[in-house]
Nanobody, 123 residues
C-alpha cells in the first residue's frame, strides 16, 4: 500500500498550488481521505478531509474559504488546492486514509499515511 503525495514546491505569497495524492495497492473509494500538514517545529494538523463520495468535506479554519479538497475515485487520486497562499502555509503536506470523517478529523485514527510533499511559500 502506498499513498504518494506530489505537487509541492516553492510559491510566492498569494499564489496557488494543487496537491495530488495517488494510491497504489489501495482502493481509495473505500476510505475517507484527508490532507494534513506539519510546519517546522509544530505538530501535524488536519487541513481538509473528504468522504467516500466527495459529498461531505471538512476544512480547518486556517484554509477555509481558500482551499478545495476533491477526489477522483476512478483515478484513485485525491487533490487539495490552496489559493491565496501565505507564508504560514509553509509545511510538509501529507495525505491520509481513514474509515470515517471523525477518525481523520477528530480521533487521529489513520489507516494509512502517505509520504509528504513540501510546500514553501515565500514572502
Amino acid at each position: 500500500v502506498q499513498l504518494q503525495a506530489s505537487g509541492g514546491g516553492l510559491v510566492q505569497t498569494g499564489g496557488s498550488l494543487r496537491l495530488s495524492c495517488a494510491a497504489s495497492g489501495l482502493t481509495l473509494s473505500s476510505y475517507y481521505m484527508g490532507w494534513f500538514r506539519q510546519a517546522p517545529g509544530k505538530e501535524r494538523d488536519i487541513v481538509a478531509a473528504i468522504s467516500w463520495s466527495g459529498g461531505s468535506t471538512y476544512y480547518a479554519d486556517s484554509v477555509k474559504g481558500r482551499s478545495t479538497i476533491s477526489r477522483d475515485n476512478a483515478k484513485n487520486t485525491v487533490y487539495l488546492e490552496i489559493n491565496t497562499l501565505e507564508p504560514e502555509d509553509t509545511a510538509v503536506y501529507f495525505c491520509a486514509a481513514g474509515e470515517t470523517l471523525g477518525a481523520l478529523v477528530r480521533d487521529g485514527k489513520i489507516d494509512y499515511w502517505g509520504k509528504g510533499t513540501l510546500v514553501t511559500v515565500s514572502s
